[in-house]
């Protein structure tokens, strides 16, 4: 199965963000496509759980056919709203409620199947014979395609990993954020053929004025002219150089930077440019 480089992150796209009517979503999703962002992802407990069908009446409205995106949805998060009555945050990895939580997501999103399923976080609970269970079944019934894992550490990966097929973890990965690099992480997915995909790629760069986003700032803004690029772009290029081949996951709604963080794909960062970013973000030399 084939996924965009650049994936369109649609947390923000309802009540937890910008609110879009469902005439903008469209717009957006059709501007996505057109840019060559084919990929949305969602999870169940986005806007509380209302995104998902939000977006799926939107993607009616938009005149695209179903075989043109690919849906990537995660379940497993037990959030505390007023649409869902939990006494308290938690996790839920049994057969039955994974399988529920899939058919919810496809009548939402008004379609037959997910392209990924991905669970959402690890449970100290979870029993990989049970995944392993809904997961064979979702597949045999074709309601998803491929299976993945969200924020999962290397011996999670390995205990649900013996039972089954993992395509993909999505992990927090970004400049201000690349532990995965130096915990076994990337290490463990690139010997199991595991395909990342990182939230929050853009890290605290823009969010935060510290001492490490001020170097930052510096050292990108010594290579926007090298590169004939914005500082976004450039620290989107910086986790695409990395051997694993991450698939960022961008949670902008804002058209233009949709369309920079594409182009991003094609910048090639020299090894040494490279390393002097990640200089930058540590404030010391590499051992």
Same mark, same amino acid.
């Given at each position: ?173 970004? =400049? ?43 050292? =990108? ?47 090639? =960062? ?18």
């Amino acid at each position: 199965m084939i996924y965009s480089r650049l994936i369109a992150g649609t947390m923000t796209w309802g009540s937890w963000g910008k609110q879009l009517s469902k005439k903008e979503m469209a717009s957006l999703i059709n501007f996505c496509v057109a840019n060559n962002i084919t990929t949305f992802d969602h999870a169940d407990i986005y806007g509380a759980y209302t995104t998902e069908a939000e977006f799926g009446k939107a993607f009616a409205e938009s005149g695209l056919k179903r075989e043109d995106i690919q849906l990537i949805s995660k379940c497993g998060i037990q959030y505390q709203s007023d649409n869902r009555k939990n006494k308290v945050k938690h996790y839920n990895y049994s057969k039955d409620y994974i399988i529920w939580s899939v058919e919810e997501s496809l009548k939402h999103h008004d379609t037959d199947y997910l392209d990924m399923l991905l669970l959402h976080r690890p449970s100290p609970l979870m029993v990989a014979e049970e995944i392993a269970e809904a997961i064979t079944i979702l597949k045999k019934d074709g309601k998803i395609r491929d299976f993945g894992v969200s924020n999962f550490t290397p011996s999670q990966m390995d205990m649900i990993g013996l039972r089954m097929d993992i395509d993909v973890n999505q992990i927090e990965f970004s =400049l201000t954020e690349h532990t995965a690099m130096h915990d076994g992480t990337l290490d463990f997915m690139m010997t199991n053929g595991i395909k990342p995909m990182a939230w929050s790629p853009l890290g605290s760069v823009f969010k935060e004025d510290t001492e490490q986003t001020r170097r930052i700032h510096k050292q =990108l803004g010594a290579l926007k002219d090298k590169y004939n690029a914005t500082e976004d772009q450039l620290l989107l290029a910086w986790i695409m150089k990395h051997p694993s081949g991450f698939h960022p996951v961008v949670g902008t709604t804002t058209k233009e930077r949709l369309q920079q963080a594409v182009a991003a794909a094609k910048i090639n =960062l020299e090894t040494e440019d490279w390393f002097l970013i990640l200089v930058a973000a540590q404030g010391h030399k590499v051992p």
